[in-house]
């Protein structure tokens, strides 16, 4: 099926030019995108994120230039967009790995822009909540100290800390999701990661 057949029955609706697509396709696209990531479960993920942009954009398509590098070039866009969301999560989150799981993606065009923006929701989070969930939190993320140096300075065993801290942090979920429910998922997991040690810069 040449490209204008398969065009022209995508918009029609016609299931098996979808299909025909995507196998025409798939081994060119994902061997470009291996090319560029290393890991498969990341380029298959890359590469549907490509037909799900075509299909959603084929209307568009004015045969100018090919159907191949017309969705090369939606592909190349869906690489760089995946190596965008993870240095923002890289530079924002690797000191909370938690909030990994509530942003779904991010907020705008500028790295640096956006960067800034999740750091004030951050905060702001932080200082919402209230000034015991504040200070455990802050002791243990922004400050770094140990779960047994926290202990000392609340003058708590390290189990009640532990507690708290537990309860801190699901507290700072539900504010954080009720907050910015615009640039959050809807459906999201219980956070049971563990945490890493380190201060968090605002």
């Not at 995507?22 to 498969?40: C, G, H, N, T």
């Not at 956006?114 to 015991?132: D, N, P, V, W």
Request: charged share 30%; aromatic share 12%; glycine share 4%.
């Amino acid at each position: 099926m040449n490209d204008r057949k398969l065009v022209s029955g995508i918009l029609k609706g016609d299931k098996k030019a979808i299909k025909s697509l995507y196998q025409k396709y798939e081994l060119r696209l994902l061997y470009f995108i291996l090319s560029k990531v290393a890991d498969k479960k990341d380029a298959e993920e890359i590469l549907q994120d490509t037909f799900i942009s075509a299909l959603d954009s084929i209307p568009l398509f004015n045969y100018k230039a090919s159907l191949y590098t017309w969705l090369w070039a939606i592909c190349r866009h869906e690489i760089s967009d995946f190596y965008r969301k993870k240095k923002i999560k890289t530079i924002v989150f690797s000191r909370l790995p938690f909030l990994k799981n509530i942003v779904s993606r991010a907020l705008g065009p500028e790295l640096v822009l956006e960067e800034k923006q999740a750091k004030e929701r951050i905060f702001r989070t932080f200082k919402s909540l209230s000034e015991g969930y504040f200070e455990i939190l802050r002791l243990k993320y922004i400050e770094g100290f140990s779960m047994k140096e926290i202990s000392l300075r609340l003058n708590k065993t390290v189990k009640a800390v532990e507690s708290k801290l537990s309860r801190a942090r699901l507290a700072f979920q539900k504010e954080y999701v009720k907050a910015n429910q615009g640039s959050v998922k809807n459906n999201w997991q219980v956070f049971n990661s563990s945490f890493n040690k380190g201060k968090l810069s605002f």
